[in-house]
């Protein structure tokens, strides 16, 4: 094993048993402090994958059975696949395009990265959609427009299909992740972190105070936490991997991304592992929060899809609070700008794949190839937001541009990636390089080492290969 001050500089070090050079910038920018580290990375995995699609995939696959299944692919899948992208963000100081540039030079196990590139901008794309779509109602959740005898669903078909608002909207929300981005590691991304996850945190615990204490929430506990087995399908298996991934930002190497701005004593592991138990308490407590307040109105379903936020969450908030209005005003807005906040954390790291990419790839100033990504995604996104509305006849492979980069996104880059990332780990990548990167130089104790290998030799390629095939069959 290398000794730790070797290991500290990485330049020379060892990859598949040959000699690298690291001809990365030395002045890249850091996480400053390991909480830093880890809500920049718990922002990234938190984030709209928790609060508006966890709950509807939850509502749509039976509830307790779909989490229980859910976990088990955190930790067995996704956490195997984002040690991996830390071992290779981290051991290389480079852009995801650029690490493999370094650590496998003239290989062909650059596509992965490129795929990341690829990827990081086409989520950014239709994210921003429905990112610009909670904008706007947290905007009318303020401005008290969100109040009792509407039709909601028909209020929200009405804006997602206005040829121009959603677009001011998503734009808007395109210019915050762009202004943070461009600050820079330090003074954009970790400083913003670490102000709104734990004012994240906040609103979440106290929605689900309120909401616990709703009449018949009980009702909404039991779907939590009763499992029914017999609810467990294969679409119900698919569905809870490919969850599982995008909730924890895996496979596109935006976690890689990040790791290449730790600091070299950064516990990985212990970081990985705390990513996880973040984002699935984030996800299974919006949970809380979501169904004991839908099952509090009688006619209420929980598996009203992806309108759960905008269609039925409105009524909700009305009929809840029918006898205190203000009290309805308050959680209504509270829940809008949590989900607000958790896109944004989101956004900013897609963002930095990119930014990342160009920064360093060609030369150009951090705030310049921050402009680049920009564009690129204003016109990519106004495409899928279009797709709602006067696009909706212009279809892809039968799909609208919305669902197009979902489709190919979130079924197909992020577990092509998921297996590339942790193949590369452990079948390319020198075994005690990866053992230096987990242990630090061997100065941490990680228990339980052998098993992670195991997990990301075996187990995280084969599962995902497994679900991928299964997908691309169907
Ligand atoms: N994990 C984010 C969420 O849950 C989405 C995301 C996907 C972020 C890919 C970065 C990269 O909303």
Same mark, same amino acid.
């Given at each position: 094993?290398?000794?730790?001050?070797?290991?500290?500089?990485?330049?020379?070090?060892? *990859?598949?048993?040959?000699?690298?050079?690291?001809?990365?910038?030395?002045?890249?920018?850091?996480?400053?402090?390991?909480?830093?580290?880890?809500?920049?990375?718990?922002?990234?995995?938190?984030?709209?994958?928790?609060?508006?699609?966890?709950?509807?995939?939850?509502?749509?696959?039976?509830?307790?059975?779909?989490?229980?299944?859910?976990?088990?692919?955190? /930790?067995?899948?996704?956490?195997? *696949?984002?040690?991996?992208?830390?071992?290779?963000?981290?051991?290389?100081?480079?852009?995801?395009?650029?690490?493999?540039?370094? #650590?496998?030079?003239? +290989?062909?196990?650059?596509?992965?990265?490129?795929?990341?590139?690829?990827?990081?901008?086409? !989520?950014?794309?239709?994210?921003?959609? !429905?990112?610009?779509?909670?904008?706007?109602?947290?905007?009318?959740?303020?401005?008290?427009?969100?109040?009792?005898?509407? =039709?909601?669903?028909?209020?929200?078909?009405?804006?997602?299909?206005?040829?121009? +608002?959603?677009?001011?909207?998503?734009?808007? /929300?395109?210019?915050?992740?762009?202004?943070?981005?461009?600050?820079?590691?330090?003074?954009?991304?970790?400083? /913003?972190?670490?102000?709104?996850?734990?004012?994240?945190?906040?609103?979440?615990?106290?929605?689900?105070?309120?909401?616990?204490?709703?009449?018949?929430? =009980?009702?909404?506990?039991?779907?939590?936490?009763?499992? =029914?087995?017999?609810?467990?399908?294969?679409?119900?298996?698919?569905?809870?991997?490919?969850?599982?991934?995008?909730?924890? @930002?895996?496979?596109?190497?935006?976690?890689?991304?990040?790791?290449?701005?730790? +600091?070299?004593?950064?516990?990985?592991?212990?970081?990985?592992?705390?990513?996880?138990?973040? $984002?699935?308490?984030?996800?299974?407590?919006?949970?809380?929060?979501?169904?004991?307040?839908?099952?509090? !109105?009688?006619?209420?379903?929980?598996?009203?899809?992806?309108?759960?936020?905008?269609?039925?969450?409105?009524?909700?908030?009305?009929?809840? /609070?029918?006898?205190?209005? !203000?009290?309805?005003?308050?959680?209504?807005?509270?829940?809008?700008? #949590?989900?607000?906040?958790?896109?944004?954390?989101?956004?900013? @790291?897609?963002?930095?794949?990119?930014?990342?990419?160009?920064?360093?790839?060609?030369?150009?100033?951090?705030?310049?190839?921050?402009?680049?990504?920009?564009?690129?995604?204003?016109?990519?996104?106004?495409?899928?937001?279009?797709?709602?509305?006067?696009?909706?006849?212009?279809?892809?492979?039968?799909?609208?541009?919305? $669902?197009?980069? =979902?489709?190919?996104?979130? +079924?197909?880059?992020?577990?092509?990636?998921?297996?590339?990332?942790?193949?590369?780990?452990?079948?390319?990548? $020198?075994?005690?390089?990866?053992?230096?990167?987990?242990?630090?130089?061997?100065?941490?104790?990680?228990?339980?080492?052998?098993?992670?290998?195991?997990?990301?030799?075996?187990?995280?390629?084969?599962?995902?290969?497994?679900?991928?095939?299964?997908?691309?069959?169907?």
């Amino acid at each position: 094993m290398q000794n730790y001050e070797s290991f500290c500089t990485f330049a020379p070090f060892f *990859v598949n048993n040959c000699k690298v050079e690291s001809n990365n910038p030395t002045n890249r920018g850091n996480f400053g402090t390991r909480l830093g580290v880890i809500l920049a990375s718990a922002g990234s995995a938190v984030g709209l994958g928790n609060i508006w699609r966890f709950p509807t995939e939850v509502g749509n696959n039976g509830g307790a059975a779909f989490i229980l299944v859910y976990l088990c692919f955190v /930790f067995l899948l996704a956490m195997p *696949v984002m040690l991996a992208e830390f071992v290779i963000g981290r051991g290389s100081k480079a852009n995801t395009v650029g690490a493999y540039r370094t #650590l496998a030079p003239g +290989k062909p196990w650059i596509v992965a990265g490129f795929m990341g590139v690829l990827g990081g901008i086409l !989520v950014l794309s239709f994210y921003s959609v !429905v990112a610009g779509w909670t904008l706007h109602y947290t905007v009318q959740s303020f401005a008290n427009r969100l109040t009792a005898g509407q =039709d909601f669903g028909a209020v929200f078909q009405r804006f997602v299909s206005n040829p121009w +608002k959603p677009l001011v909207y998503q734009l808007a /929300f395109l210019l915050i992740t762009h202004y943070v981005v461009s600050r820079g590691v330090e003074r954009g991304i970790e400083r /913003f972190s670490k102000v709104m996850m734990p004012v994240l945190l906040f609103i979440i615990v106290v929605l689900m105070c309120c909401s616990l204490t709703m009449p018949g929430a =009980d009702e909404g506990l039991r779907f939590l936490l009763r499992p =029914d087995f017999s609810k467990v399908t294969t679409g119900v298996v698919l569905s809870a991997m490919g969850q599982a991934f995008f909730s924890l @930002s895996v496979g596109l190497g935006c976690l890689a991304t990040y790791a290449s701005y730790f +600091k070299q004593d950064t516990p990985l592991v212990s970081s990985a592992l705390n990513v996880c138990i973040i $984002d699935s308490a984030v996800a299974i407590l919006s949970g809380f929060i979501i169904f004991p307040a839908v099952f509090s !109105v009688p006619g209420m379903s929980p598996d009203a899809g992806p309108g759960l936020v905008y269609i039925t969450l409105p009524h909700v908030f009305n009929e809840a /609070f029918a006898g205190l209005p !203000v009290l309805g005003y308050v959680f209504s807005g509270m829940f809008y700008v #949590l989900l607000l906040l958790a896109a944004l954390t989101s956004t900013i @790291s897609m963002h930095e794949i990119a930014t990342a990419f160009i920064h360093e790839n060609y030369r150009l100033s951090r705030q310049r190839a921050a402009v680049v990504v920009t564009l690129v995604c204003i016109v990519l996104g106004a495409a899928c937001s279009l797709s709602f509305g006067p696009w909706s006849e212009v279809k892809i492979w039968h799909r609208g541009f919305f $669902d197009l980069f =979902d489709f190919l996104t979130a +079924k197909f880059l992020m577990p092509l990636g998921g297996i590339l990332i942790t193949m590369f780990v452990e079948w390319y990548l $020198d075994r005690r390089f990866v053992v230096d990167q987990l242990t630090n130089g061997g100065r941490l104790r990680v228990p339980g080492l052998p098993i992670l290998l195991f997990l990301i030799r075996w187990v995280a390629p084969i599962g995902v290969g497994i679900v991928f095939l299964n997908e691309i069959a169907n």
